[in-house]
């Protein structure tokens, strides 16, 4: 049975394109409707029969839609929602993907009419990868996906956007946006930083060393530039807009870098080992938890 009879997403990239092939393939609602600034990506969505109807205009596919996702870049959803403001249906629910919170909430909410309820949302799942053709119906199975609903928000909305991400696959958190936001900081964001920053400092090096960062690079420094093969837009925007929280725990990366740096200039092997074994015992919890698998080369093909 449908959640909904129309959604409308605005945006299709890996996320966008994924919500359409889910609920296409498990029927969670009648009628897709998909909107691109990029008449290329809208042609590409269309090829791979991700919807039913297809605008470069968002205002034209938000009406009757009783859902509005929003998968874009965060930095232009407050446009995006001026823009269809005038244009969604009354007892609708508008809501977006983005991995930062507050700064979403405060681009989007002077935009909510009366009688739209908005509800912020997060799913926890990607892949370095970009576009509608990468999307697939699975990436939300088993993954978290984080609501954080405006003070004004029905909970009768909530209980059904919650049930649309269920039937995704998801698993549900509800929190505030400002502890959401700091939480990704350290989970999501600074891993991307530091990635961005090691393959940065290889590209430096490969200058000098005649191909050989490269050539003989190993597990670790391959697993950041999966992380550093992002899509630079959207970790622009997640930068700029979760400037705070991000600020703060880089402070706190520093830190402790220090601390193993102090280590590793004394020889201090006890502190080494005591830290390199706490920090195993994360990955255990990971895949304990059902975030990760254990298998060889993470069970990648690549």
Known sequence: MAVFNKIALIGVGLIGSSIARVVRER????????????????????????GDDYDTDPVKIVNDADLVILCTPVGVVGKIAKAISGHLK????????????VSIIEQMLPHIPDGVDFIPAHPVAGTEKSGPSHGFSTLFDNRWCIL???????????????????????????????????????????????AYNIVGTADDLETITNSEVIKYSAGGFRDSTRLAASDPTMWRDVCLHNKEAILEMLARFSEDLSAMQRAVR??????????????????????DAGQEIDVSNFGRDD
């Open 27 to 50: 029927s969670i609602a009648n009628i897709i409707a998909i909107s691109s600034r990029s008449q290329q990506t809208l042609d590409e969505a269309q090829a791979l029969d991700l």
């Open 90 to 101: 009354p007892g609708s629910i508008i809501s977006d993907v983005g991995s930062v919170k």
């Open 148 to 194: 954080t609903p405006v003070q004004n928000a029905s909970d009768s909305a909530v209980a059904t956007l919650k049930d649309f991400w269920q039937a995704c696959g998801s698993n549900i958190e509800i929190m505030d946006a400002e502890h959401h936001d700091k939480i990704l900081a350290i989970t999501s964001h600074l891993p991307q930083l530091i």
């Open 266 to 287: 004394w020889a201090d092997g006890d502190t080494l080992f005591d830290m390199f074994t706490r920090t195993r015992n994360i990955r255990r919890q990971i895949i």
